[in-house]
């Protein structure tokens, strides 16, 4: 099972670091994606790293701001959010790919973290 953590309240132009664990089983046979949904909207993916050799992808929205890196040891994948845009509120996921290199076919996720930007 999957558990993302960090989530919360905080001003534009702030940063959170959203932390994804895994139970069970180790991340890092796995690519690993971020997505989020906002209320109405339609689930967007944000970012992946590859299991192999940990190339990243980032959605363009969102490039030059997040960060994705893993901890293999520790058996978590990280999300360093900065510059916070109130278009970035939703509910943030983690999720494995069913491959090793980011493909987009989400295999398992499991509770998201909410991530809410406002003055």
């Known amino acids: 099972q999957l558990q993302a953590s960090g989530g919360g309240l905080v001003q534009p132009g702030g940063s959170l670091r959203l932390s994804c664990a895994a139970s069970?089983?180790?991340?890092?046979?796995?690519?690993i994606h971020w997505f989020r949904q906002a209320p109405g909207k339609e689930r967007e993916g944000v970012s992946c790293v590859s299991s192999s050799d940990s190339t990243t992808y980032y959605t363009d929205s969102v490039k030059g701001r997040f960060t994705i890196s893993r901890d293999n040891v520790k058996n978590k994948v990280y999300l360093q959010m900065n510059s916070l845009k109130p278009e970035d509120t939703a509910v943030y996921y983690c999720?494995?790919?069913?491959?090793?290199?980011?493909?987009?076919?989400?295999?398992?996720w499991g509770q998201g973290t909410q991530v809410t930007v406002s003055s």
């Open positions: 999720a494995t790919d069913r491959y090793s290199y980011c493909s987009g076919a989400y295999s398992d």
């Open positions: 069970g089983f180790t991340l890092d046979y796995y690519a």
